[in-house]
């Protein structure tokens, strides 16, 4: 979206009867730059109406919430066809619906939660290691759980993959030779569709991952074709010999509930993981290439315009802040995941994550910790 320039409506001041016979007096304000929010995403055609449009009274409604000028909603909704009248009567009203009285007081609890998480992020902020995440080469099961994982922290395990054969044997021929005759589900057709992760079943397909090898091989920096989120290649019986080339870390892991608790993620340089939370704690080990993984404090959330399920629509690595203006705020941790260490990615922690070059990962919800939590995630999408 492109910056929002104030709108030149030259009206004179309007004296206006409503319905209950008050007068109403409008001083426009031509001079108000808009905020991204005042811009409608499908403005209605410019055509008279007798009663407001639903759309258009969520707009209202959204925008008073924000604090917004009656002058400038009603200029808005006047510029874009809305009889002055029906305007004038809907914001000047509105304050008064009880729904909306209603609305509002949820509205100040959920003010409350987020100034809470804003103040927490703020202390944060004043440590040292606020924008790092610790590299330790191994942590014992209480370390890991008193230092890391009961406090909500990530952190990056160094020397724990060293049993595995994975480091040595996973390359495409092998994975070809040994497990190419084997289903697998993909992604396809990603960069067709921005929302192509919340879009997951329409581009879900099946093919060989012989064939998926060779376009993976041969693709080089892409993120056209991906394994599907939450993929169950690891539980396919043919599939049980890569357990074979791992260690699923006793101290923290429980190697006999590993089946639909494991994942295994293959593909090209370019493969982008959207920014989202995971609702679980989760364990992402690198066997082959590099991986950047921004990564973005749960305190931050109301910066990032979440409102589908654990997604943000904001691309990190290439942020519209004339969309996404609070995106600003965000202090996100990058790192770069080598190969042979481990993340820990604590539940609610945002994170955004692309393939430096060709890359193989394994990640673990299977703690021997509880990692059951009761989420209460957005659906309502943009208003229109």
Known sequence: ????????????????????????????????????????????????????????????????????????????????????????EEVTNLANQPYFQAAQEVLQKLEKLESILQIKNQLAALGSDYNSIPRVPFLSKDEFLDQYYSQNKP?????????????????????KANYGNVGIQVQGNRNSDPNYE???????????????????VRAGETNDYYMVA??????????????????????????????????????????????????????????????????????????????????????????????????RNVRSIDVILHPGEVIFLPVGWWHYVKALEMSISVSFINFIFPNNYDWKNPSFGHYS
């Open 1 to 88: 979206m492109t910056d929002i320039q104030p709108l030149k409506i030259t009206l004179p001041p309007l004296q206006i009867t409503l319905s209950d016979g008050q007068q109403v007096s409008l001083q426009w304000l031509p001079q108000s730059p808009l905020s991204e929010s005042l811009q409608p995403a499908h403005p209605p055609e410019l055509t008279q109406v007798s009663q407001l449009p639903d759309g258009w009274k969520k707009w209202v409604a959204a925008n008073k919430f924000l604090n917004q000028s009656d002058d400038v909603l009603i200029e808005c909704m006047v510029k874009n066809g809305i009889d002055v009248k029906l305007a004038v």
């Open 230 to 327: 939450n993929n169950h290649t690891l539980n396919r019986e043919e599939m049980q010999g890569l357990f074979d080339d791992m260690e699923v870390f006793p101290e923290y892991l429980d190697p006999a509930n590993k089946t639909g608790r494991t994942f295994f993620w293959f593909g090209s340089s370019g493969t982008v993981t959207p920014l989202h939370h995971d609702p679980v704690n989760i364990f992402l080990a690198q066997v082959s290439g590099r991986k950047l993984i921004k990564m973005i404090s749960p305190e931050q959330t109301p910066f990032l315009y979440n409102n589908i399920g654990v997604f943000s629509p904001i691309d990190p690595g290439n942020p519209d802040y004339n969309r996404y203006p609070l995106y």
């Open 155 to 175: 952190v990056i395990l160094t020397d724990i993959m060293k049993n595995w054969g994975a480091m040595e044997r996973w390359t495409p021929e092998y994975l």
């Open 198 to 216: 919340i879009n997951l079943e329409q581009h879900r397909k099946t093919m060989l991952f012989e064939d998926y090898i060779d376009w993976v």
